[in-house]
């Protein structure tokens, strides 16, 4: 019997970089892009940024879309209330799991809500050369 494959913990944290773009403000000194490194199974977890939050923004209650997967390579959401033993805003943090499976290339939606209840919708792009080709 093979063991099973450790799942990676990748963490994106939605911010606006340079007062305009959203990008991942993992390290605030250094934002990236909302892409993706999807060539293993892996635990993602999006998060708004602490200033985002600040500013009264929220996941909306769907936080998440992925074009044409039909739940191959992703898992349902899940709310996440704690981070690092610290708790969390409501609707500022949510997980999904790739399980590397169909080799393709996706787009995901991202929804929030900002302080003004308007909708916000983010659409990165997901390149994936790992996985089966179906």
């Not at 799942?7 to 911010?15: A, F, P, Q």
């Not at 909306?60 to 044409?68: G, H, V």
Request: proline letters at 7%; a negative charge; one cysteine or more.
């Amino acid at each position: 019997m093979t063991e099973p494959t450790p799942t990676r913990v990748v963490e994106l944290i939605v911010g606006i970089a340079d007062g305009v773009n959203f990008m991942n403000v993992l390290d605030p000194e250094n934002p990236t892009p909302l892409s993706l490194d999807l060539s293993h199974r892996c635990e993602l977890v999006f998060r708004l940024s602490d200033s985002l939050i600040d500013a009264g923004w929220k996941f909306q209650r769907r936080p998440i879309s992925i074009k044409d997967d039909y739940g191959l390579n992703f898992s349902s959401y899940v709310w996440v209330t704690q981070w690092y033993g610290a708790p969390l805003a409501p609707h500022s943090c949510f997980k999904i799991i790739y399980e590397c499976v169909r080799m393709g290339e996706y787009e995901y939606s991202l929804f929030m809500t900002d302080s003004h209840d308007q909708s916000i919708t983010l659409d990165p792009k997901i390149e994936n050369g790992a996985g089966k080709v179906p």
